[in-house]
């Protein structure tokens, strides 16, 4: 029989404080330079990660759908190679938590560790996941991956696993990506498994489709890291003056997403006022695709040795793991 714990024994929190993290000089040093750009995670407040979350579910969005086919068919294998029974999982930027639920059904770990940037929407994830898993111990993190780790001492024991679905490491440029790697590999200790979805190439209209939906959620979500800044640093964007542009580079293998604004704005940033053009663009994220050797390639760069991978039939999306013994 398996003894369930109360859910406020089952869940420590670890509160970085992430929002305080944001810098007015990055903004700044991204909104003055000569191709205007901003940090992704300006996406994720509460609300971003809402519609995050509702960008999965839309039917131009393959990526969720084929990583979630994948999982389905192969999470028992997954958990084998894994040890998942012995580990301490591990999954930045986790969301909602319904990806770790595949492997969840197949061995429950010794501890899960859940991180994400908004601890609002982080809470009620946990909250449908305690109540689904009483049985796991989750130790919650509220922080920003790009920049901030608590002491590894304070995490629970176990072997550490990455989780890393999504294809979020393809946010990253490639070299970004490997020293991501090699830091959250480094954080728990050198010594660790990495289970990482990729999306890979495919037609430049599927790509671009996925990212320029017809609901326009994608285009909410884009504008939301302008809604953001206004609220965390007192700046008055107008944000529905800004329309949103996804295109797919195949030079870089990437798709780009872009703020485009329609009327010339002045807005106070601090002590600077910042001039906008009609018609200029404010790049925001970047989506790189890659091929299974590629990738295979630039996560052994990062301290990794690769042990296995799973695909849809078509091979739109893979899922990868590696070992790492450093």
């Excluded at 993290?21 to 996406?43: C, N, W, Y």
């Excluded at 997954?78 to 969301?95: I, K, N, T, W, Y």
């Excluded at 072997?159 to 954080?187: C, K, V, Y």
């Amino acid at each position: 029989m398996t003894l369930s714990m109360p859910q406020e024994e089952r869940i420590d929190w670890i509160d970085m404080e992430p929002a305080t993290q944001h810098s007015l000089f990055d903004v700044l040093r991204g909104l003055s330079a000569e191709r205007k750009h901003l940090s992704p995670t300006f996406f994720y407040d509460e609300r971003g990660s809402q519609l995050f979350e509702t960008i999965t579910q839309l039917p131009e969005y393959y990526l969720t759908r084929t990583e979630n086919g994948i999982l389905r068919r192969h999470a028992s294998d997954m958990a084998r190679a894994m040890r998942l029974d012995q580990s301490l999982l591990v999954e930045p930027g986790c969301g909602s938590c319904e990806k770790v639920r595949w492997l969840l059904d197949q061995a429950m770990p010794r501890a899960f560790v859940p991180m994400e940037i908004s601890g609002d929407f982080l809470a009620t994830s946990l909250e449908q996941l305690s109540d689904a898993y009483p049985a796991l111990s989750i130790t919650a993190l509220v922080a920003d991956y790009h920049q901030q780790f608590p002491n590894r001492n304070v995490l629970p024991d176990g072997h550490p696993i990455l989780f890393f679905p999504g294809s979020t490491i393809g946010n990253f440029d490639p070299g970004e990506a490997q020293r991501f790697l090699r830091s959250m590999g480094d954080w728990l200790g050198g010594q660790c498994g990495l289970l990482i979805g990729v999306d890979l190439h495919k037609p430049t209209s599927m790509l671009e489709a996925a990212y320029n939906d017809s609901q326009g959620v994608t285009a909410e979500f884009n504008r939301n890291a302008l809604r953001q800044i206004n609220r965390l640093f007192g700046t008055a964007f107008n944000v529905e003056a800004f329309r949103h542009r996804a295109h797919y580079d195949s030079m870089l293998h990437r798709i780009e997403m872009h703020l485009i604004a329609d009327l010339p704005q002045d807005v106070t940033l601090g002590r600077e006022t910042l001039h906008i053009e009609a018609g200029e663009s404010i790049h925001t994220e970047s989506s790189y695709k890659y091929n299974p050797d590629t990738f295979i390639g630039l996560v052994g760069t990062a301290g990794y040795r690769f042990e296995q991978a799973w695909f849809d039939d078509d091979r739109y999306f893979g899922l990868f793991y590696f070992e790492r013994d450093i």
